[in-house]
């Protein structure tokens, strides 16, 4: 026989036109993205093919009998490199053509899979005694699945995070003490880049018995990451001012990778001696630029505090030894005393007391600042000071017992709780600052001593009060002046027999 026509027919028993297909499939690598290396697993699968082929067609052609020894592996050469070439046109042609992705992962499982049922058919196509191998080989094999337990785990920690689609290519996560993106999940590992250029292949085993926390992830939110950059600012500035300035800069500035939903937010995070210590809160739209944005972060915190004369802290301690002589004592009580007359002052209330009497009360109010949510008094309770308000806002609240409404609101200067401390009725509403608040308390035994000291000014207490209070009725029951100024008249005797009552004035 010819060779050339031994050749043709050994070809044709072993399928070997699919070289066309391989050809095909070098001129489409050309145009889409393949897996280099499983290429060239192909090409290796057609190189030994075409080697056995011609071989066995040799030995055919001199009527030698090895002709039919390598008949077998040459078959299932042309198997193997079939089933790679179809897996290439499947997942690197069709599928993507309809929009499929397949993870790597599955990819290689399939084209095991694949090869070893080829395998098997082309093996019982030759005659091969396939349950003889097998029983033959069961030792072998339990040996072999022992020792590649390990292998085999990974594999199945591969599947089972495709499958349940806990992990995703492009996810960001952090296992221990390591913080990337993944870039690529295989059949042993999970490819994961850092931030710093570097790739860690973490073993699938790790990846499912080890605790995975995912980046930036939300059900049914974009992908973003809260990040916390910290800074220090002395005691001589509140923290409610600090944080209302470097909170509005950061909801002002345009920083790409800052989310504008939900919004930057400032908080105070520690007290320390000798400043506070704060922490913006903004959330991180690219995981991949934290350091850059952090530094944009803080050069915004940076000048908005020095375009509100606020300076940072630096961590320092520091001892003063000061002599506390009665002169420094006397400077330091007329300071606050002039602050706190400044606030009677300004309220009607006290728009009747001398001057004395107003620096009298001055010495006995105490210093009371409140924060945003503070109960300031509380609706029912007994009234042992009445609250001066200096700077800040508060809201009044009344409860019926199921209900809770808000029925006023406060902006310093002013004053709340008379009605309690000069008639000793419980408190009737709920007072709650709205924000940072300057207040005083003046106590009622202080108040008790100077109207002690001068009874007719209950009469004036009494006339202030019942005005403030009609002059609320009127506004809202559209009182005409008459009306109103009679029954202020009215509001105020009743006022005064309960004042008089109340300090046993009577």
Known sequence: MHFLEALWNEALRAYTPWLILVVALAFISRLVAIDKPRFRAL??????????????????????????????PTWVFSAAAFVGASAVLLFSVVLPRVRLHSPLIVQDVVVGIGMIVAAVVVLSRAGVNLEGLIATSAVFTAILGFSLQDVIGNIAGGLALQVDSSLDEGDWIRVGDITGKVVEIRWRHTAVETRNWETVLIPNTVMTKSNVTILG????????????????????????????????????VQIDRVAKDPAPSVVLMDMTD??????????????????????????????????????????????????????????????????????????????GLSDSERSELARHMRYAPFTRGEVMTRQGAEAHWLYLMEDGHATVRVSDGVHDREVAQLTGPCFFGEMSILTGEARSATVIAAGEVECFRLDKQALHRVIAARPELTEQLATVLAKRKVELQAAREGLSTDVARERAKREAGALLTRIRSFFALE
């Not at 080697?51 to 039919?68: E, I, K, N, Q, R």
């Not at 992908?223 to 001012?241: A, C, I, K, L």
């Open 274 to 351: 000798s400043f506070g210590k704060y922490a913006v809160r903004y959330w991180l739209t690219d995981l991949l630029r934290t350091d850059s944005t952090d530094s944009e972060v803080r050069s915004c915190v940076y000048f908005a505090l020095q375009r509100a004369d606020m300076s940072l802290a630096m961590p320092a301690s520091a001892v003063f030894v000061t002599e506390e002589t009665v002169d420094r004592k006397a400077i330091k009580t007329e300071k606050q005393v002039a602050r706190r007359r400044k606030l009677l002052d300004s309220l009607d209330l006290f728009a």
């Open 217 to 252: 992830r939300r059900r049914g939110q974009p992908t973003q990451q809260r990040r916390w950059v910290y800074f220090n600012v002395d005691w001589r500035h509140q923290p409610g001012d600090v944080i209302s300035v470097v909170e509005t800069a950061m909801r002002s």
């Open 43 to 72: 090409f290796l699968f057609v190189a030994a093919h075409v080697v056995g082929l011609v071989t066995t067609t040799a030995f055919v052609v001199s009527g030698s009998t090895l002709a039919d020894v390598l008949r077998t």
